[in-house]
């Protein structure tokens, strides 16, 4: 892969490949799930430290084979056992909960795809009647059996007790010098147990990563599957190659997405959304009718109905906006609650502060909520309007009603109905001279 980071904690739609494995088979209600880890000095455990995974370490690498028996200890023997790969993400619940079901009627379960270039992959060769015999890799087929483009996924189940009678005798007399967990189905065969194979339906499922040159192709791949889901969920994309969904985005009717935006975490956009070129959206919940302009950046923020946000709009997390609310160009809100038709249209900052309903906030308010050690809650009451240019140095309370006249610096609590502003003198002197150059 060319990077410091194992390959299987590669991202792929902004999670690691072996969280969309562990996903996956989360996903089938396993009595346990074990990862065969090599010698990555515990980085996969720190990064996925739930107590339901088991851990197995096979170090050296000596094959799939070897992989498996590192595992079987861990997992109940009175089961089958599913094999899966942890850079192989893409294969789907239901097709696997078909391979799981053949191996619980005791036969030896495979996967696999027909592909128009096979490459690498272990072969598919069947007898005569259609059964298969064998998987042989590629490195020890013939010239006939590379001709084969029915291929091996690497996924497999079986009744654990069969895995564990076949491993006895899988050697490593191949060209690898491994001990390969597709010599099972030879075994199989020869003691009568039945193989059957369970034909995916997409290539996709198929794929695997050894390279970045991998990783993108798929990462492609999935992002386009999540765009038809979307259009066939009766979701607007002005193009359908150009999105990245890196979680769950789930749409109401008439949601509307143009180009290049990102979702990353849990979105919920409600009826009639729009969101304009450039957006990125974490863990956002947006209400029915709301407008998010371009290039408008938020993050863990619950967003009402009707809202108008944008376009270079952040709204940072813990934020929550009721209805009607506008927030436009070049506005930061952080960890604030503004109420109902409440609105900051131009070049503010907002932060830590609770504003109520009906406030206008003017062009180039900022609250000043950082003393150097501590931050401070702003409050803006209800029907207050903040003139421009103004700063409300925290903790401070603007009461309901009151007016601040632009460019006033309010560090004291301004009473309701009041006029707040700061003395000023202005002088026009009529002998002035603009300097001229010399």
């Not at 899988?170 to 199989?188: F, K, M, Q, W």
């Not at 863990?300 to 009721?322: E, F, H, K, N």
């Not at 409050?379 to 140095?393: A, K, P």
Request: glycine content about 10%.
């Amino acid at each position: 892969m060319g990077s410091a980071l194992p390959k299987v904690l590669q991202p792929l739609a902004g999670r690691p490949l072996l969280a969309h494995v562990i996903a996956t088979a989360r996903s089938l209600e396993p009595r346990a799930v074990c990862v065969v880890h090599g010698g990555d000095d515990g980085v996969l455990q720190r990064r996925f430290p739930e107590a339901d995974l088991q851990w197995a370490k096979q170090e050296p690498p000596a094959g799939t084979a070897d992989a498996l028996k590192c595992a079987l200890p861990m997992l109940p023997e009175d089961g089958v056992t599913l094999v899966l790969f942890g850079a192989d993400p893409l294969a789907r619940p239901d097709t696997l909960r078909e391979v799981v079901r053949r191996a619980q009627q005791g036969a030896l379960s495979l996967l696999t795809v027909e592909l128009e270039d096979p490459a690498a992959y272990g072969r598919i060769v069947r007898d005569s009647v259609g059964k298969v015999r064998a998987i042989v890799e590629y490195k020890d087929a013939t010239t006939a059996q590379r001709a084969i483009r029915e291929i091996n996924t690497g996924v497999m189940a079986a009744p654990t007790v069969a895995f564990k009678r076949w491993l006895k005798q899988i050697d490593n007399r191949n060209a690898s010098g491994e001990y390969y967990l597709t010599d099972s189905v030879a075994l199989a065969v020869k003691e009568g147990t039945t193989v059957e194979a369970t034909r995916s339906g997409s290539a996709m499922e198929s794929l695997g990563v050894n390279s970045q040159r991998d990783l993108a192709q798929l990462e492609r791949l999935y992002q386009r599957a999540q765009a038809d889901a979307l259009l066939d969920a009766g979701v607007r994309l002005a193009d359908p190659a150009r999105i990245d969904v890196r979680g769950d985005l789930s749409c109401g009717k008439d949601v509307s997405i143009d180009i290049g935006c990102i979702f990353e975490g849990a979105v919920r956009l409600g009826d009639k959304v729009s969101i304009g070129a450039h957006c990125l959206l974490r863990n956002v919940d947006a209400g029915p009718g709301t407008a998010i302009a371009p290039f408008s950046h938020l993050e863990d923020t619950r967003i009402g109905a009707r809202c108008r946000i944008g376009p270079y709009a952040r709204i940072r997390p813990a934020s929550v906006l009721a209805d009607e609310v506008h927030i436009g160009n070049f506005v930061e809100v952080k960890a604030s609650t503004i109420g109902f038709r409440s609105k900051a249209n131009h070049l503010s900052y907002v932060g830590d502060t609770m504003v109520g309903r009906d406030v206008n906030i003017g062009a180039g308010t900022i609250t000043c909520n950082y003393d150097g050690v501590n931050k401070h809650r702003t409050i803006i009451e209800d029907d207050v309007q903040i003139g421009s240019d103004t700063q409300l140095v925290a903790p401070v309370t603007v009461g309901r009603g009151a007016t601040v006249g632009a460019g006033t610096t309010v560090w004291k609590d301004v009473p309701g109905g009041s006029l707040a502003l700061n003395s000023k003198t202005q002088i026009a002197r009529g002998d002035w001279k603009r300097p001229t150059k010399g």
